[in-house]
């Protein structure tokens, strides 16, 4: 594991930070780019110490990593937004890799307040309306590998220094409420993936509870991470040039959503209330009263239901 604190090498001390989560210590997994960039950066600009990790950095691009989406940035933008930023290269997958970067964060911190499982990078392995056995045997356990073994063992050894303080609170991303995913997700495996964190948040709920600790499930809507951007050939400012390609991408959202959603939701002193729950960015816009980086509540995953799968005649633009 590689990369210090922005100014330790030539001894410069943070400033305090200010805000609602001034003193609280994060730990994003998989924030190199798209949500988990985002939530990073939110809860650096509400005044936390983010750990930032994920397997690329300026000098090591990983097989899904892209240049210019590193975790070092993603460290900096914390620091630039408020907060402390820390990059730590870890590949969630190697346990061992995982307690020395929990030890680390012991060692500096004392404590950790906050756990986001945002690792997947499995987008590439995606054989969307393929039966289960036509999908290539090593490409679905890959998926299951990222999606889901990745967040358990993040979970595993990062949970003993979370719980040593009440009032922690673990997010599971994901892509899907609970209710919407009840819908079969057109691949076996990417159901699954992305099921799995449901069920995690749900059974780490339970664990969790006595210990005065909460454990969410967090589902963007349409998200406008970087490849989706791509996919369309648009860049964020002109994203809805996109909609001529197809109209249902008017309900999309940018990752600064799903950020402020996080940063809202850990700031919360009556959080436990939402323990065990399948959440989304839009649900919690309308409970705590944050915007997109435009200004809108899109509400994707009600769209969904009522106008793409309910062929309510209503216009993306009402659900903003």
Request: one cysteine or more.
């Amino acid at each position: 594991m590689t990369d210090d604190r922005p100014g330790a090498a030539n001894g410069l001390a943070a400033e305090p930070a200010a805000g609602p989560l001034a003193g609280r210590v994060a730990l994003v997994a998989g924030a190199t780019r798209g949500a988990g960039r985002a939530i990073a950066v939110a809860l650096g600009a509400a005044g936390a110490t983010v750990y930032a990790t994920g397997r690329t950095t300026r000098d090591r691009v990983s097989e899904v990593g892209r240049p210019g989406e590193t975790i070092e940035e993603t460290a900096e933008l914390i620091t630039a937004a408020g907060g402390t930023g820390v990059a730590v290269r870890t590949d969630h997958l190697v346990p061992d890799e995982v307690r020395e970067l929990i030890a680390r964060i012991d060692a500096e911190r004392g404590r950790l307040d906050i756990l986001v499982n945002d690792i997947w990078g499995g987008d590439h392995l995606l054989d969307f309306d393929t039966r289960m056995w036509e999908i290539d045997l090593d490409r679905g356990l890959r998926m299951l590998e990222l999606g889901v073994r990745s967040h358990a063992v993040t979970s595993s050894c990062a949970l003993p220094l979370l719980i040593r303080n009440p009032g922690g609170l673990v997010v599971e991303m994901t892509d899907g409420t609970a209710e919407y995913n009840r819908r079969f997700r057109g691949n076996f495996f990417y159901d699954l993936a992305k099921n799995a964190p449901i069920r995690m948040a749900s059974n780490l709920a339970e664990d969790l509870r006595d210990l005065g600790c909460a454990a969410v499930a967090l589902t963007p809507g349409w998200l406008r991470s970087e490849q989706m951007l791509d996919h369309f050939g648009v860049r964020e400012e002109n994203w809805r040039d996109g909609c001529a390609k197809d109209p249902h991408f008017a309900i999309s959202e940018s990752p600064v959503y799903t950020g402020r959603a996080v940063a809202a939701l850990a700031a919360d002193p009556d959080r436990q209330r939402w323990t065990g729950q399948s959440l989304s960015s839009g649900q919690l816009a309308r409970e705590y009263g944050f915007t997109d980086a435009d200004g809108s509540r899109p509400d994707a995953w009600r769209y969904l239901a009522e106008v793409v799968h309910g062929g309510k005649p209503t216009p993306a633009g009402e659900y903003r």
